[in-house]
Structures are given as structure tokens and as C-alpha cells.
């Protein structure tokens, strides 16, 4: 499906195991996850919540969450992550990408909760986020990332991104991925990228 203005692409909630032997479940935000996301927010790092908002911030705007919180439709979603064995408690990791109307660069941005840092759902979460922008007939993958954040820049490399320097900030680099060049690792799947799930 490469047409931005048909049906929603549906995404249903999947388990899939880290490398680790860890199990998280992903499924697309909630409006009724607000509360849950201020919280998973609130329990990050400094260093962590720098990385994810390039800057220093302890919480979003009720209106900033809100946002947030109804990003499930075909040019934008954002994905929250649990662990597997109590879906219901609180998020552990979190992506969003959202692309312009009439545009083919797609955005993306994403955190994990310190203790399930390099356990492999960072890379899931992208890797997600890709599937979705190729499904939704994005041809550019981008997200900002700060010059320190050594991990992200890190992982980007690893599944296909370069790097780039923008000339506005330079405590920044711009990670992209050419999505018309063919696709490396799992392939996706319409409704629901499968990346190792281990139940539905």
C-alpha cells in the first residue's frame, strides 16, 4: 500500500522476543495511554529524556501528551512497548514517526526506558517505524539525533541509516534512510511488521 490517503493500515498489538530472550509486547498508543506515557517519561534517565527531546525537559504539556497519545492514524503513529508479561503496567519503550501531507520524508523519533537499554528493543522499535514509512509510501526515514548520543548513532549505522550534518544546529546529525533502495533484514508485512513474533 503506498497511497497515504487510503484506509488506515492496521496495527495489532504482537509479542516479540529481544535477542536476549526478553518478551515485550508492542501495540499502537491509546487514548487513554496519556497518564501511562507522562509516567514512562517521568522515569527516564536525564541522560535518556535529553537524547529523546534533544534538550533538558522533566515532562510534556497535558496538550503535548494528548497529541501523543492519538497518534494511530495512516501519516502518523506512535508504537509504546511493554514487557510481555504485564501488558497493562508501564511503558518501557516508545517510537513515533509522523510524514506531511504531500510529503516523502517520513520522521521518526524513539526512547526505551534505562534497564531495557541494549537489550535490542531500540533496533525493534525502528525497525517497526521503517515498516510502517515503507507501508505508508515514504521514501525517506530521518530523525535528529545529538552529536553525543553515541548508542542511537550507533544503532542507525547498523540497519542502513548515514549520517548527516545539518548546517541550523550543529549539536546535531541527521539520520536518514533511503527507503526506495531495497529493504535489508526482516521483510514487512501489510498490517504489522514480523520481526520474530512469538504470539499474537
Same mark, same amino acid.
Request: charged content about 30%; hydrophobic content about 35%.
Given at each position: 500500500m503506498s497511497d497515504r490517503n487510503q484506509a488506515s493500515i492496521s496495527v495489532r498489538p504482537v509479542i516479540f522476543r529481544l535477542p536476549d530472550g526478553g518478551a515485550v %509486547?508492542?501495540? /499502537?498508543?491509546?487514548?487513554?495511554?496519556?497518564?501511562?506515557?507522562?509516567?514512562?517519561?517521568?522515569?527516564?534517565?536525564? #541522560? @535518556? %529524556?535529553?537524547?529523546?527531546?534533544? *534538550?533538558? +525537559?522533566?515532562?510534556? !504539556? /497535558?496538550?503535548?501528551?494528548a497529541r501523543l497519545a492519538a497518534m494511530d492514524r495512516p501519516g502518523e503513529l506512535a508504537l509504546v512497548a511493554f514487557a510481555a508479561d504485564d501488558p497493562g503496567a508501564a511503558i518501557i519503550g516508545e517510537a513515533i514517526h509522523v510524514i506531511a501531507p504531500d510529503s516523502a520524508r517520513c520522521e521518526f523519533a524513539l526512547s526505551v526506558t534505562d534497564p531495557w537499554q541494549r537489550r535490542g528493543l531500540g533496533t525493534l522499535l525502528l525497525r517497526l517505524i521503517e515498516c510502517r514509512a515503507r507501508l505508508i509510501g515514504a521514501r525517506h526515514l530521518f530523525g535528529d539525533v545529538l552529536r553525543t548520543n553515541?548508542?542511537? =548513532?550507533? $544503532? @542507525?549505522?547498523?540497519?542502513?541509516?548515514?549520517? %548527516?550534518? !545539518? +548546517?541550523?544546529?550543529?549539536?546535531? +546529525?541527521?539520520?536518514? =534512510?533511503? $527507503?526506495?533502495? !531495497?529493504?535489508? *533484514? /526482516? !521483510?514487512? #508485512?501489510? *498490517?504489522?511488521?514480523?520481526?520474530? /513474533?512469538?504470539?499474537a
Open positions: %509486547r508492542v501495540r /499502537p498508543i491509546r487514548s487513554e495511554d496519556g497518564d501511562r506515557l507522562q509516567d514512562y517519561l517521568g522515569r527516564l534517565s536525564v #541522560e @535518556a %529524556r535529553h537524547n529523546r527531546f534533544l *534538550g533538558a +525537559v522533566s515532562e510534556l !504539556p /497535558p496538550r503535548e501528551i553515541t548508542a542511537m =548513532k550507533g $544503532l @542507525a549505522r547498523r540497519i542502513g541509516f548515514s549520517l %548527516r550534518s !545539518p +548546517v541550523t544546529d550543529a549539536r546535531l +546529525v541527521e539520520i536518514v =534512510k533511503d $527507503l526506495t533502495l !531495497p529493504q535489508n *533484514g /526482516p !521483510p514487512c #508485512e501489510e *498490517g504489522f511488521a514480523q520481526l520474530r /513474533p512469538i504470539a
